[in-house]
């Protein structure tokens, strides 16, 4: 299982990568895993400023659909349009051309609360 040493992640199997202020957000390796062959992503939130851990869209396999939550508060600022056409791409490249979102976020002080790639590594076994 790929888990990136210099991303973020959270106990929904999020990764996020911080920039600047922008963070960019997708599903784990491990997530993807455990969904199996994504169909579809949904994303109905840009544009929107959302609280952390609010729903900011779906993510619908074969056998299930997941609710994604935001792991930072902030203004969802872009959707990674390629995966309308291409979902497989959260299967094949989660940490690459599989990312969801990205979130402009207010609370830097956020970001110490999510786990590093240690952390996250213990949580999944």
Avoid: C
Wanted: aromatic share 8%; hydrophobic share 40%; net charge negative.
């Amino acid at each position: 299982m790929n888990i990136p040493q210099e991303l973020k992640y959270t106990k929904d199997h999020e990764w996020i990568k911080i920039e600047g202020d922008v963070a960019t957000v997708g599903i784990t390796d491990f997530a993807q895993g455990e969904l199996g062959d994504i169909v579809y992503v949904e994303v109905e939130t840009v544009d929107e400023t959302l609280d952390r851990e609010e729903v900011f869209g779906t993510v619908e396999a074969v056998k299930t659909v997941s609710d994604l939550f935001l792991p930072l508060t902030g203004e969802i600022i872009e959707f990674n349009e390629t995966l309308e056409d291409e979902p497989e791409l959260v299967n094949s490249d989660p940490y690459g051309k599989g990312w969801m979102v990205k979130i402009k976020f207010s609370e830097a002080s956020e970001v110490e609360d999510l786990l590093d790639a240690a952390a996250y590594k213990e949580l999944v076994g």
